[in-house]
């Protein structure tokens, strides 16, 4: 299939710069390489072959209405954390595309996902490892912005092959303020089918088990005047959990406003048994064929990501056994206009966020158990000068180091101050400060960044992130890069401990390591 939908590719896409209008070509190419050292004090040692790459190169043609690409990837073996079945080379995704106002279909590799994503989504994550692009064929029909209806049908990928599951499923969106005509009101109906076919074992044929499963959801969305509810019901049918039937289901509702220089968001979800494979057979951590969409302060900061949260779908797992997780998040900011008494020359910005998330107490109820996450976080932005910025942050972090099997938590207070000084229109120094205080796990950390730029080509960076509190270990980080139009060049060196890397509600486990890495991206 792979064959012929590559000469199909080629053939097209000679047949269009043989015509009289020629296209353009784009690309970008990305490597990460790694080279690991002995480090007796992070209690690493490496492997024989001390070296991990990371490659991915990407062409897209596009003339007119027609498209047409490739991505070529690469692991020599794959960075150390990625998942193992990508330590080989191979042209992973290829496609072409026609599309105009209306009408738009692709044969080939294609991402895409429904409503929130609780359902269906397949997406590309390089700092995850995580590709799970559908080979088959996609149909997308909008009528004049009314009605919106799309159809998919084939194979998800796993790991750099494509796997022997089968997902069909389609997709329509209603606009009845459009209908109507209302134009300064959104309000729509929206909802989405599922079927994923995959060969099951005679164990779990017999245990009532069927190799096809069907699930649907049923969306609502209205928007007026900054006011919104969202809101979405999701049943993906009677699945296997340890040859025992379930049914998945979930319920996201979302309500808010945003303007006038304030946002309050309120967000309110319950997960049952959503855990959604593409094989059975594999333990890879990019085995997904949905998503869990983040719903709690994303971070950035070395302390207030030592526990990032994972959210429990309700699955088999090595770590727990829950049925899944029940929980919400109050997200507000307000924006403190210039000239008034708080906002003063330049204006300040501040923002609060409350989530926490619970384990499901009794299977098809939303009765709340042991708690798995509580996060209270304030953050304040202000320009108090041209050349000076400030960022503070506290965050009160209450975590479930069993996943929710028992009551037990860690909490913890982090502190963060990030300080921005441009000295002149070229050269600017950033310093972040970091404080984690906390009675349990590896009890007080602290942490320091320092960040010069001579802008628009070099930076330079060094970190230390250091448990002062039990183990007495040093995770310094240092390195530099250069950016030159659409190319950059990183290297660096440090000792990383070990953790998960999270990217909304996906998390991908590491463990400790220390070496140098380089890395280039550019596009074209």
């Not at 024989?48 to 070529?72: E, I, M, W």
């Not at 719903?295 to 959210?311: E, I």
């Not at 479930?400 to 982090?414: C, E, F, R, V």
């Amino acid at each position: 299939m792979k064959k012929i939908l590559a000469l199909s590719i080629l053939a097209a896409v000679s047949f269009s710069l043989s015509a009289q209008e020629r296209g353009y070509l784009t690309g970008s190419f990305e490597s990460n390489d790694h080279f690991y050292v002995a480090d007796e004090g992070n209690k690493f040692t490496p492997d024989d072959d001390r070296f991990g790459s990371n490659n991915y190169l990407k062409l897209d043609y596009y003339n007119g209405n027609f498209s047409a690409g490739l991505q070529l990837e690469s692991y020599m073996p794959a960075i150390i954390g990625y998942p193992d079945d990508l330590n080989k080379y191979a042209l992973s995704n290829m496609y072409v595309n026609w599309k105009d106002e209306d009408f738009q279909i692709t044969a080939g590799t294609f991402y895409d996902q429904f409503g929130s994503g609780l359902l269906f989504r397949s997406w590309e994550d390089r700092l995850l490892g995580l590709n799970n692009a559908v080979m088959g064929a996609r149909f997308a029909y909008n009528w004049d912005d009314k009605i919106a209806f799309k159809a998919l049908w084939g194979t998800p990928r796993l790991g750099m092959e494509f796997s022997d599951t089968q997902v069909r499923g389609a997709d329509l969106s209603v606009s009845l303020a459009n209908i109507i005509g209302l134009d300064d009101i959104v309000l729509s109906v929206e909802g989405s089918v599922l079927n994923r076919y995959s060969r099951i074992s005679i164990d779990a044929e017999e245990a009532g088990g069927k190799p096809n499963t069907y699930g649907w959801s049923g969306r609502l969305n209205f928007d007026y005047d900054g006011f919104f509810v969202k809101g979405e019901y999701v049943d993906l049918g009677k699945k296997l959990v340890a040859l025992t039937p379930k049914r998945g289901n979930a319920q996201l509702v979302e309500m808010g406003y945003n303007g006038r220089g304030l946002g309050v968001t309120l967000t309110g979800r319950r997960l049952e048994w959503m855990g959604q494979k593409i094989s059975t057979n594999s333990l890879s951590s990019a085995n997904l064929i949905s998503y869990v969409p983040a719903m709690s302060t994303q971070y950035t900061y070395m302390l207030t990501t030592l526990h990032p949260y994972n959210p429990q779908v309700g699955d088999e797992s090595t770590f727990s056994f829950n049925s899944g997780e029940i929980g919400g998040q109050l997200d507000a900011f307000y924006n403190f206009r210039r000239g008034t008494s708080l906002g003063g020359k330049r204006g300040m910005k501040v923002h609060a966020n409350f989530s926490t998330y619970y384990t499901l107490a009794q299977e098809g109820t939303a009765q709340a158990g042991n708690l798995l996450f509580r996060d209270f976080s304030f953050d304040l932005e202000k320009q108090w000068t041209k050349e000076f910025k400030m960022v503070i942050l506290y965050s009160m972090q209450e975590y479930n180091p069993t996943y929710g099997n028992y009551k037990t938590t860690w909490l913890s207070n982090i502190f963060v101050a990030d300080l921005l000084y441009k000295w002149t229109p070229r050269f600017s120094t950033r310093l972040e400060l970091q404080y984690l205080t906390t009675h349990e796990d590896k009890k007080d950390w602290m942490a320091a960044l320092l960040e010069v730029n001579f802008a628009p080509h070099w930076s330079v960076w060094a970190s230390d992130m250091y448990n002062h509190g039990m183990t007495k270990v040093h995770y310094y980080n240092a390195g530099v890069s250069y950016t030159k139009g659409r190319t950059r060049l990183a290297a660096g060196y440090g000792r990383y401990k070990d953790g998960f890397i999270c990217s909304g509600g996906v998390c991908r486990q590491i463990p400790q390591y220390t070496g140098a890495n380089f890395s280039i991206t550019t596009s074209f």
